[in-house]
Nanobody, 119 residues
């Protein structure tokens, strides 16, 4: 069973920058797509960014050009670099390991890390 541990959340002012990291253990990492999701209060969980085992990325329209997902298969980690943050980016951010290479089969979740964008 995989364990996913997120880190890097916190409080940042609008326009600021944060980098989230997720460390995976307990399961082969390089053969699975990975992703970041977020859930704001009163809203459904939504996809933020996905990266396949081939390094192909997909982003929600709301974060395109501001966020960047990356993976390091030698360290079993993924990062989410978030720039030009907006108040509406405030949410709990979850790391996700899919059950396939392309991000089509849902798998395991991390416990989440809070990101708050506020002045």
């Amino acid at each position: 069973q995989v364990q996913l541990v997120e880190s890097g959340g916190g409080l940042v002012q609008p326009g600021g920058f944060l980098r989230l990291s997720c460390a995976a253990s307990g399961k082969a990492f390089s053969i699975y797509a990975m992703g970041w999701y977020r859930q704001a209060p009163g809203k459904q969980r939504e996809m933020v960014a996905i990266i396949t085992t081939y390094g192909v990325t997909n982003y929600a329209d709301s974060v395109k050009g501001r966020f960047a997902i990356s993976r390091d298969d030698t360290r079993n980690t993924i990062d989410l670099q978030m720039s030009r943050l907006k108040v509406e980016d405030t949410a709990v951010y979850y790391c996700h390991q899919f059950g396939d290479q392309f991000g089509r089969i849902f798998g395991s979740w991390g416990q989440g890390t809070q990101v708050t964008v506020s002045s």
